[in-house]
């Protein structure tokens, strides 16, 4: 009965934590600029990752939302296989030194990018987005500094089948106090 109740419980904070990454990117789509591509990371293939946040500056215990999207810079319509391996992110400190998950999050980043739907259709000009709170995923907790980039892994279904891991822009924020 305890243990049903302990797998009841987890199952409840994991569908909140979902629905509040979806609110929250839906807030946020309006806030986030559209960024350049030129502003963005490298282009690999038909692809460009950018990242991007509302704002630079955070108050201490602030929700990060952090604005992930892969756009299709070609001029056709373009087929991506996500990677079982997803995507992953960097995430360092002032010093330079990289800022740890928080536990068992790293599994729930790779599920939450990979959604039952591997194969997407990607139009052209047109973008693929993820919000990903970024509090509840690293521990970025402490006043300072912080740099982030991410790598998204993908399988193009073009004439031949490519798998490229693509590098996005590097932002960086700064959490002081509140």
Not at 19 to 34: D, F
Not at 153 to 158: K, P
């Amino acid at each position: 009965m305890k243990k049903s109740r302990t797998v009841f419980a987890l199952l409840i904070a994991v569908l909140l934590t979902v629905k509040s990454v979806l609110a929250q990117s839906k807030s946020h789509n309006s806030k986030v600029s559209e960024k350049k591509i030129e502003e963005c990371g490298d282009k690999v293939g038909n692809f460009v990752l950018c990242i991007e946040t509302e704002k630079s500056e955070y108050k201490l215990n602030e929700p990060i939302v952090l604005q992930v999207s892969l756009k299709n810079i070609s001029d056709r319509k373009v087929q991506v296989i996500r990677s079982s391996r997803g995507y992953s992110l960097d995430v360092t400190n002032a010093d330079g030194k990289f800022v740890p998950y928080l536990r068992n999050s790293h599994s729930f980043i790779t599920r939450n990018w990979i959604s039952g739907r591997n194969i997407v259709e990607v139009e052209p000009t047109k973008k693929i987005y993820k919000s990903i709170v970024l509090t509840d995923m690293y521990n970025v907790k402490n006043v300072g500094s912080y740099s982030i980039t991410a790598k998204q892994r993908i399988l193009q279904n073009a004439p031949n089948k490519i798998d490229v891991e693509i590098k996005s822009n590097k932002i960086d924020i700064r959490i002081i106090q509140k």
